[in-house]
């Protein structure tokens, strides 16, 4: 995170619990945030829920 900037914050409530190992991204793509702890979730920015970063596709290799 950048000096000065604004924590994620874990918003109080019910949803699916934060992943250990797992990007959350918010929908335009332009933060991603990497979990290194588990715990309750879900996580917000704004009050805008991050969601798991879909994994990147790997070429084939035929």
């Given at each position: 995170?950048?000096?000065?900037a604004?924590?994620?914050?874990?918003?109080?409530?019910s949803?699916?619990?934060?992943?250990?190992?797992?990007?959350y991204?918010?929908a335009?793509?332009?933060?991603e945030?990497?979990?290194?702890?588990?715990g309750?979730?879900?996580?917000?920015?704004?009050?805008?829920?991050?969601?798991?970063?879909?994994?990147?596709?790997?070429?084939?290799?035929?």
């Open positions: 995170m950048a000096p000065g604004d924590p994620v914050e874990v918003v109080s409530g949803g699916p619990a934060v992943q250990l190992g797992k990007r991204t918010d335009s793509g332009s933060l945030v990497l979990c290194t702890k588990a309750a979730g879900p996580l917000a920015l704004d009050g805008v829920l991050l969601e798991i970063k879909a994994a990147a596709q790997l070429p084939a290799s035929d």
